[in-house]
């Protein structure tokens, strides 16, 4: 009797919604669109119509490329490069990437404007070391502790309560450069 009264009493608590259910992780590669920028042979277009054939973000460096390299994805889905920032459990630790790069790159986790409202360009965005993996696919986990600003070690934290995007930044490209994302999973 004492045992049927502990499992009404826990079929009740679960099945009113007192018990939190975690988000399964999701990847965004699969899931969202991407936005690139920069002097790049792919456009937006082609990088997205890959992705969805075959799973893969990859873009390449023009030849003598002049400036940058920003590939960004927004954490909650949309059609335009601004969005609705995400409210991240305090249960997530992480952000867990396949890539493989053939230059170092900067990810940058783009918070939304401080009263959390908006993901438009600017604001916050703590940074962390994406090494260069030119012979194969890497694994990496990110603890969202690693997110510094301008990529200091004293540089202010990232506050995962308000985060919008990722950007994928070679600062520095060469002839070439190749830069391919398998996956991006956030811890929920």
Known sequence: MI???IFVITFFFTASGFTTILKP????????IWHIAGPLKENFEVINTF???E??????????????????V????????????TNLS???RFVKIIYKSTQPIKLQAREGNETGTGCVHGGSHPRADLPASPNGFKTIKIPWTHF???????????????????NFVNY?????????????????
Do not use: M, Y
Request: aromatic share 2%; net charge neutral; charged share 25%.
């Open 3 to 5: 045992r049927q009264s």
């Open 90 to 92: 305090d249960n997530s």
């Open 74 to 85: 927004l954490i909650t889905s949309s059609v335009s490069n601004d969005g609705p920032p």
């Open 55 to 72: 799973g893969v973000v990859r873009v390449t460096a023009k030849d003598n490329p002049v400036g940058e390299i920003e590939l960004n």
């Open 148 to 166: 510094r600003q301008d990529g200091l070690p004293n540089g202010k934290l990232l506050n995962i309560h308000n985060l919008c995007k990722f």
């Open 172 to 188: 520095n490209p060469v002839s070439g450069a190749v830069l391919e994302i398998k996956s991006v999973v956030i811890e929920n």
């Open 51 to 53: 992705r969805q054939k």
């Open 25 to 32: 992780d999701i990847d965004i590669v699969r899931s969202n």
